[in-house]
């Protein structure tokens, strides 16, 4: 009932964990069982280590959380020697976020993961172009089809390609990474927020603003899903703010093929498991067989 197939990548259930919210996987395994997540989205991955931003990494919002952690992480190698030998123990795809600052560095990632034993790439276009002055690939529809291009060249994997929302037309976008390629679009990726202690008039977070995410960002996100899986074909894996089986229903109606829980990983470390189960329980209380029976069926009449 609950399995899917996304781009190739075969999960038992639609629900993933989203990047850099549940570490490698690894870290909740004594909570969870991995054997039941739809399919693990590892922390976003680098080429070398990076030891991440200083100061106050994480903050707490009304109905959210900033985070300004600077894809602090081992580097590919760790990840391909002594992360995934312990994760094949487990029966879960295992998709790999990948950053980079140039075209170059996105296209010897994907090369150097092909043979991994990943399911798949997850490509985080929010990262800055060092080359075009510090600018998101994920803001310029040409940068982003370049990236796409150079990692699609360098694989054999699925490759889907992680959408920012601060942009000005996502959907534009979605095309664009589409037209290069991409076999899924996963989004959203984190809005950029800051907060300032008023006590001492300083910023909280020590990379002044970071990513915004959490409950109080799920409509803009079903909105966006909604907007891009109207404009493409391939597959879309929503997220953001996903805490319950209802929200994940939302992100399905709206078009999404998947979806990722994130935050909510922080608070309950069974969260995908028991959004799952509930969404589960939905399909059978309305007598529906699969999940692809709710994608896209929002009813705008």
């Known amino acids: 009932m609950l399995s899917v197939n996304i781009a190739g990548i075969k999960m038992k259930t639609p629900v993933m964990t989203a990047s850099g919210t549940f570490g490698f996987g690894l870290e909740y395994s004594d909570f969870v069982d991995l054997n039941q997540v739809g399919a693990v989205v590892v922390k976003g991955t680098t080429l070398a280590p990076r030891a991440g931003n200083s ?19 081992p580097g590919v190698e760790t990840l391909i020697e002594d992360i995934m030998p312990k994760l094949a123990k487990y029966d879960v795809p295992v998709i790999v976020n990948i950053s980079g600052n140039t075209v170059e560095e996105y296209g010897e990632l994907a090369a150097r993961l ?47 390609v992680k959408l920012s929302p601060n942009v000005g037309d996502v959907a534009l976008m979605a095309r664009a990474v589409e037209d290069a390629g991409a076999d899924a679009i996963s989004l959203i990726n984190t809005l950029l927020g800051m907060a300032i202690d008023v006590r001492s008039w300083k910023p909280v977070l020590g990379n002044i603003v970071g990513g915004f ?89």
Do not use: H
């Not at 994480?58 to 602090?72: C, D, H, R, V, W």
């Not at 790439?121 to 994920?138: H, R, T, W």
């Open 55 to 73: 100061g106050c990494r994480i903050a707490e919002t009304p109905a959210g959380m900033l985070n300004s952690i600077g894809l602090e992480n």
């Open 114 to 160: 092909d043979n991994a034993g990943v399911a798949g790439l997850e490509v985080n276009i929010s990262c800055p172009n060092v080359k075009q002055g510090g600018i998101a690939f994920g803001t310029c529809p040409d940068s982003a089809a370049q990236v796409v291009r150079s990692v699609k060249r360098n694989t054999g994997l699925p490759v889907i």
């Open 213 to 301: 995410s959490g409950p109080a960002v799920k409509p803009v996100a079903v909105r966006m899903v909604w907007q891009v899986a109207k404009a493409v074909k391939v597959p879309v894996i929503g997220m953001g703010g996903i805490m319950t089986a209802e929200d994940a229903v939302e992100f399905l109606l709206a078009g999404a093929s998947a979806v990722a829980v994130g935050t909510a990983n922080f608070v309950n470390p069974y969260a995908a498991v028991e959004v799952a189960a509930g969404i589960q329980e939905y399909l059978a209380a309305r007598g529906l067989k699969q999940v692809s029976e709710l994608v896209g069926k929002v009813n705008l009449g």
